[in-house]
């Protein structure tokens, strides 16, 4: 199984990289989230060119969903559902580490 890799690990080695002071780093990085979310909450694509893509599908209701812990039938309602899909920079890099 792959090891995390963490916000805090990320902040840590921008900040050394950049020679900055983490505090920013962290301000930055925490900025950047809050767009994508607030990009996506307002129904919009956020395209990162190189990377990927995120965006909300909305997946259909279904009425007979089972509880997988007590067997259970419940129905389940139309929600949204946060996907992303890798750019081709980020397929290449993920290519080859697979195989």
Do not use: C, Q, Y
């Amino acid at each position: 199984m792959p090891e995390k890799f963490t916000k805090a690990e990320i902040i840590e080695n921008i900040a050394e990289d950049l020679d900055m002071n983490r505090r920013d780093i962290h301000r930055v990085i925490d900025a950047l989230f809050d767009e994508l979310k607030a990009a996506l909450s307002d129904d919009k694509i956020v395209e990162l060119r190189g990377f990927g893509t995120f965006e909300i599908r909305t997946r259909k209701g279904r009425e007979k969903a089972r509880n997988p812990k007590t067997g259970e039938i419940v129905p389940v309602k139309a929600h949204g559902v946060a996907v992303f899909r890798p750019g081709k920079e980020l397929k290449n890099i993920a290519w080859p580490l697979r195989e």
